[in-house]
């Protein structure tokens, strides 16, 4: 049984035990909403991205307890359950939301119903694959990311709420390649860089899946410049999320493995400063993560007089 979205904080994408709501009406796990506010000083919502001006959290108590409420009905369930196939759904139906996509005016709300569906299960995966939901998807995302309007912006955050659960892989040939085209690729990286917080999980994980397939990130940094590694990095810092941290080490690991170009770009936007000052304090993965970054960034002489030019440079190391 697929856990509800509203189970899960916004920030960590993890099931909240501590659900709070803020003034903007979402909730949030206590812990990662008082560290937004109160150790990264964000004055924003990470959903909405609204303004806050009252850090007042409300528990959630009606939550709390629907959750507890749902695990205890995953421990009731007999172990043979899992093997039971999932609700079937009509096929017409997926079809007539892709086909509503172009003109609809409530695209936010066709593309919440779309994830509904796929997010059932491997099947209805497949279907949304086969039916030509990947085109329709990332056909919405490309014409509606050049608006300014928040509605707009809004919805191509959750086409990437679609996207970033496929597989896109190199088995699914036709999906990977229609992702990882030029626009779409931008799109998913300007969303990193602005998104809320729930969307640049999303495009991190779409990342992530795609640095696997050993893309050429090339095109992309020429694109993006600097701002791509800001967001990367911004990600690595902030630590709120520990997948988003990790797959971001892992994005990083793969583009300046790729490129030694790339790596000039990462020091000028403060790659060593920040690996630096996180190491102490990291799990031994992490660790080795970033210490293999640092050693990739050293073999440019850019990279060496960083480390050398920081107070905590060498005796970190």
Not at 51 to 76: G, Y
Not at 215 to 227: A, S, T, V
Not at 274 to 289: F, T, V, Y
Not at 300 to 314: C, K, T, Y
């Amino acid at each position: 049984m697929n856990c509800p979205p509203d189970f899960r904080c916004p920030i960590s994408m993890e099931i909240m035990k501590d659900p709070v709501t803020i003034v903007t009406g979402v909730s949030y796990e206590r812990k990662n909403i008082e560290k937004w506010f109160f150790v990264y000083n964000k004055k924003t919502c990470p959903t909405t991205m609204q303004c806050v001006e009252s850090f007042d959290m409300t528990p959630n108590h009606t939550l709390k307890r629907l959750i507890l409420a749902w695990k205890e009905t995953l421990l009731a369930r007999p172990s043979t359950s899992s093997s039971m196939p999932q609700p079937l759904i009509k096929h017409d139906e997926m079809v007539s939301l892709f086909t509503a996509l172009e003109s609809s005016p409530f695209k936010v709300s066709s593309m919440k119903k779309i994830r509904a569906i796929v997010e059932l299960g491997d099947e209805t995966k497949s279907d949304f694959i086969r039916s030509g939901g990947v085109e329709a998807v990332v056909g919405m995302l490309i014409n509606q990311f050049d608006n300014s309007d928040f509605v707009s912006f809004q919805a191509c955050e959750e086409a990437l709420g679609i996207l970033h659960l496929l597989p896109l892989s190199k088995q699914d040939e036709k999906s990977f390649q229609l992702i990882s085209k030029p626009d779409p690729m931008r799109s998913i990286a300007i969303i990193l860089q602005r998104g809320s917080a729930e969307a640049r999980f999303y495009a991190i994980t779409i990342f992530r899946k795609i640095a696997k397939t050993g893309f050429n990130w090339n095109p992309l940094l020429e694109d993006q410049g600097i701002d791509l590694f800001k967001s990367l990095l911004e990600l690595v810092y902030d630590g709120i999320c520990n997948k988003a941290s990790s797959y971001a080490l892992e994005i990083l690991f793969e583009i300046l493995s790729s490129s030694k170009k790339s790596r000039l770009k990462a020091i000028e936007a403060g790659a060593i400063c920040i690996l630096i000052e996180l190491l102490p304090d990291s799990n031994r993965s992490k660790s080795e993560k970033m210490l293999l970054l640092i050693k990739l960034l050293c073999e440019s002489p850019e990279g060496r007089m960083a480390i050398v030019d920081h107070s905590l440079g060498i005796p970190v190391i």
